[in-house]
């Protein structure tokens, strides 16, 4: 099996990837229709693994500084137990060893789970970038943490690692500045997954060449369906979708005039994106 082939095993293995029947597609959070949803962070080796990680993660955000050290106490046992997440941080720290830099970074929260282990395996420094702006430094052992200051970092080479790159606003909203504040540059950052979604050539234009282990485009739905783990109809709305997002969305809903209404009926979060559906007029309706 080729390395290729076996990430995608396990991103349906462990549901990382999803994807729906013809007639459920999934709300996004931009109160859009698709085929498919990503959780890049359930390849932590289950989706239950990765929400008690999750979990951690937040409660452990109350004391920033203690934050690093105990996701990777907790990343270093998952690392032991679960074979799919071994063999996958094995990957990563492979890719990344031809890369030159002085340190891993990831992003809270969903980058630590994949730029922790990438940093103690390479027997690198950490630098956690917070979504308040915040960035703590941790040795390769996760012994000591630090605040870092502005400038404190200068001259210095990051590899971000990340769990998803579509757009990258991340990118431009919080990581590179982090990064600029410090003093530090990122050359290259590494994505478990590509969304082929205009991140990788925003990234190129910011000076960080992308990485990525995949990319979800039709190659990757096309080596689904033929292990069988997708059908015909499912791979055909797929392709639907890359081809146009919207029109896809619309075609769906003039074939299932009730959608909406039924959506809206089901409350909830449901009820949420069909609201904003609305309000947006992709629906066919302000």
């Not at 996701?71 to 030159?100: F, P």
């Not at 809270?108 to 990438?118: H, V």
Request: aromatic share 10%; glycine share 6%.
């Amino acid at each position: 099996m080729s390395e290729q082939e076996t990430i995608i095993s396990w991103l349906f293995k462990t549901q990382a990837i999803r994807v729906s029947p013809p007639d459920q597609p999934f709300w996004y959070t931009s109160g859009t229709l698709g085929p498919y949803y990503v959780n890049t962070h359930f390849l932590y080796g289950s989706e239950a693994a990765a929400n008690e990680l999750l979990t951690l993660i937040e409660a452990a955000a109350q004391d920033p500084l203690s934050m690093p050290a105990r996701i990777a106490g907790a990343v270093r046992k998952q690392y032991q137990e679960s074979k799919l997440y071994h063999d996958l941080c094995n990957m990563i720290t492979a890719w990344l060893k031809a890369v030159d830099c002085d340190f891993i970074s990831g992003g809270e929260r969903r980058d630590f789970f994949f730029s922790i282990p990438a940093a103690i395996l390479l027997r690198k420094p950490h630098l956690s970038l917070l979504k308040s702006g915040t960035a703590i430094w941790s040795d390769c052992d996760f012994r000591g943490q630090k605040i870092v200051g502005d400038d404190e970092l200068s001259g210095l080479r990051a590899a971000h690692v990340a769990d998803l790159v579509t757009e990258a606003s991340s990118y431009q909203r919080a990581w590179l500045p982090a990064l600029r504040r410090c003093g530090a540059a990122m050359p290259v950052t590494l994505a478990v997954i590509d969304r082929d979604q205009g991140g990788r050539e925003w990234l190129a234009q910011a000076g960080t060449e992308l990485l990525a282990l995949t990319r979800i485009d039709r190659s990757l739905f096309a080596q689904a369906l033929y292990d069988q783990r997708i059908n015909d109809d499912q791979f055909r709305q797929i392709n639907r979708f890359i081809d146009d997002p919207l029109d896809y969305m619309r075609h769906f809903l003039a074939e299932h005039p009730d959608f909406i209404q039924q959506q809206l009926a089901s409350g909830g979060k449901n009820r949420e994106r069909a609201l904003l559906c609305l309000e947006k007029g992709y629906a066919g309706t302000n």
